[in-house]
């Protein structure tokens, strides 16, 4: 009997334990789903905020793209209005550059007008300073030509200037070069800037032009009378516009008188700069109004100067004087080898 209740009471047992592993189970279960529910709602939560935040980040996407293209916008337009801009400023400005240069083109004749008037002014208060100052040298130690005041003066060597020469009882002032080989060179003709107008007429040659300090020529009359008085030498001297030097030395040279036409004389070449008087030796003198050349070209008129003038010439010291070297013409001052 004993033994019976016993495998009873183990019998209630085990359905109490299954019973208990049942409930065990069913709330385990339970549990587990509320475990993966609340697991759902979380994942489901956070995939709300990613996905606020992912809408978010494309609106701001949207709001910078719709920015950007704005500003392009904006650019574009701003470039557009730069270009115009740029392009009437430069239509201006070519505007006004085009004034200018049409007020410089009307203003430069009355610059050269202007500038032409000072020099004329400046020549003229050097022309009465030079007429003054060789008024003053009148009274001043004289010869019979440079060579001769030299000779009587020893102190004037290397003293260049206006003296005074005593010629047929008349008085002329004379510019002597007191320092080129060896001094006591009158000086019969002289080019400096082209002040003094050198293609004039036969009186003018005849008589003598200019002012003996400056620009002149001293007269035929007065070459023959100084040529016929004693042996004379003639020495050229002449520089290029690059300051290279020349001359020319005639041992004999003289000049006749009015009745020759001023016959030139001249003959014993020596120098560096060449021969070019021996083509007009025995030749006439020829101004502008007078024409003895052997050519029936007229020298004179057509080298628009004067001289002894032959088929014309290879030479020619009284031509237009010019502020740059030409080459290719024939009357501007020319002396040829």
């Known amino acids: 009997m004993y033994g019976q209740v016993l495998f009873d009471d183990m019998g209630d047992q085990q359905r109490s334990a299954d019973l208990a592993l ?9 549990f587990s789903q509320d475990i993966e529910r609340m697991v759902m709602k979380k994942i489901d939560r956070v995939a709300n905020i990613i996905e606020v935040k992912i809408n ?23 470039s557009e209005y ?9 239509e201006k400005i070519n505007d ?38 060789e008024n003053v ?14 000779e009587n003066y020893p102190d004037t060597r290397l003293r260049d200037g206006v003296y005074n020469i005593m010629v047929s009882n008349k008085t002329k002032a004379v510019y002597c070069d007191m320092t080129t080989d060896n001094g006591g060179w009158t000086v019969i003709q002289r080019r400096v800037n082209g002040s003094v107008d050198f293609n004039r007429n036969w009186a003018d040659y005849k008589n003598g032009f200019g002012f003996a300090e400056h620009e002149h020529w001293i007269g035929n009359d007065m070459l023959h009378v100084l040529t016929s008085l004693k042996p004379q030498e ?104």
């Open 234 to 337: 003639l020495r050229v001297d002449m520089e290029r516009f690059n300051g290279e030097k020349a001359y020319a030395v005639y041992s004999n040279f003289s000049v006749g008188d009015e009745a020759s036409k001023y016959q030139l004389q001249v003959n014993g070449y020596s120098g560096t700069a060449g021969d070019g008087l021996n083509y007009n030796t025995n030749m006439k003198f020829s101004t502008r109004d007078q024409d003895n050349d052997e050519c029936d070209c007229d020298c004179a008129n057509e080298r628009r100067s004067a001289w002894w003038f032959d088929y014309c010439a290879y030479a020619n010291p009284n031509g237009l004087y010019t502020d740059s070297e030409k080459t290719g013409s024939t009357y501007y001052i020319m002396w040829s080898k």
């Open 137 to 150: 040298l009148n009274d001043m130690r004289n010869g019979s030509d440079c060579a001769n005041i030299l």
């Open 22 to 30: 049942y409930f065990m189970r069913t709330e385990f279960q339970q």
């Open 96 to 133: 006004q550059m085009s004034t200018i240069h049409t007020e410089h083109r009307l203003f430069r004749p009355k610059m050269i007008s202007v500038a032409t008037k000072v020099d004329t002014l400046l020549y003229n208060c050097k022309k009465n300073n030079l007429e003054a100052r």
């Open 56 to 78: 978010k980040m494309e609106t701001k996407n949207n709001e910078c793209f719709t920015t950007i293209h704005k500003e392009q916008r904006l650019l574009s337009q701003k």
């Open 82 to 90: 730069l270009v115009t801009n740029l392009s009437t400023n430069i």
